[in-house]
């Protein structure tokens, strides 16, 4: 495990996200969020979020995690950050409530487009303050391709009780 976070990653001012009902992640347009790590470059490809967390800390399952998945120029690696989601009775980051907000405006019929801020701003915050958990592992869903890099930020991002029972209900 390392203390490092991954170094650059970067996107630009705003995001296009786009949100499709039958799909739980959102599809990132725009080619220029990039991140960097031991060397090798990865563009983002998607992220999407887990209701409760799919890793623990400290033993513990949290509210929610999102993961922004990157891969290298020719798909054999991917780059996975994670971030938790920490339950509080105060108001939730940002970030979190526009992506809520874009999901809420999905259906069976539509698709939603919402300009999201930069990713890195929450990532990079976040690992700033506390660190990252670094290891080598697989995608959590099967074929479940060892290929993955793993970053999980050990500092939690608030996100309000109500705001967590909204991704509860988008997640399914």
């Not at 705003?14 to 799909?23: C, G, P, Y």
């Not at 009775?89 to 409530?97: I, L, N, T």
């Not at 930069?118 to 290891?135: E, I």
């Not at 592992?137 to 909204?166: A, H, Q, Y």
Request: glycine letters at 8%.
């Amino acid at each position: 495990m390392s203390d490092a976070a991954p170094s650059n990653v970067r996107a630009p001012s705003a995001v296009r996200a786009e949100f499709n009902v039958s799909q739980s992640e959102a599809t990132v347009d725009g080619g220029s969020c990039t991140a960097t790590a031991n060397g090798a470059s990865y563009n983002m490809l998607q992220f999407h979020m887990h209701v409760p967390s799919e890793h623990t800390l400290n033993g513990q399952y949290l509210g929610g995690e999102v993961h922004f998945v990157h891969s290298n120029a020719d798909s054999s690696a991917l780059l996975v950050t994670g971030v938790f989601f920490k339950a509080v009775q105060g108001a939730s980051d940002p970030w979190v409530v526009s992506v809520l907000d874009a999901m809420d405006r999905v259906s069976a019929n539509a698709t939603a487009s919402a300009t999201l801020a930069p990713y890195s701003d929450l990532v990079n915050k976040a690992a700033d303050a506390q660190g990252v958990f670094n290891c080598a592992g697989s995608l959590t869903t099967p074929g479940c391709s060892e290929i993955v890099d793993w970053w999980v930020v050990k500092k939690t991002v608030d996100v309000s009780t109500g705001d967590l029972e909204r991704l509860q209900v988008s997640c399914g």
